[in-house]
Nanobody, 122 residues
Framework: QLQLVESGGGLVQPGGSLRLSCAAS????????IGWFRQAPGKEREGILC????????NSEDSVKGRFTISRDRVKNTVYLQMNSLKTEDTGVYYC???????????????WGQGTQVTVSS
């Protein structure tokens, strides 16, 4: 059973950076697309970036273009979300999820991490 664990969240000032990690156990991420989702306070969980099993990336949110990037380390069996130039509206709980292909539909994903809190505030 694939298990995902996010880490790297925390409190950061506007304009700062964080790198979130999604580490897997119980299976290889090589066979999965990994999506990063964000749930802002009082809002629905939404997909923001995804990386396919072959390494192709896609993003659904114009608001993160040019600021967030997704990458994978196959040796470490980990996917990263690099977040730069953070804004207060980036605050939320960030989740990674695994499926066979990238999708912005939450129901498509079979495996989820527990989430990591990101708070952007001065």
């Amino acid at each position: 059973q694939l298990q995902l664990v996010e880490s790297g969240g925390g409190l950061v000032q506007p304009g700062g950076s964080l790198r979130l990690s999604c580490a897997a156990s119980g299976g290889s991420l090589d066979y999965y697309a990994i999506g990063w989702f964000r749930q802002a306070p009082g809002k629905e969980r939404e997909g923001i970036l995804c990386i396919s099993s072959s390494g192709g990336t896609s993003n659904s949110e114009d608001s993160v273009k040019g600021r967030f990037t997704i990458s994978r380390d196959r040796v470490k069996n980990t996917v990263y979300l690099q977040m730069n130039s953070l804004k207060t509206e980036d605050t939320g709980v960030y989740y990674c999820a695994a499926d066979r292909a990238c999708s912005w539909l939450r129901v498509r994903y079979d495996y989820w991490g527990q989430g990591t809190q990101v708070t952007v505030s001065s």
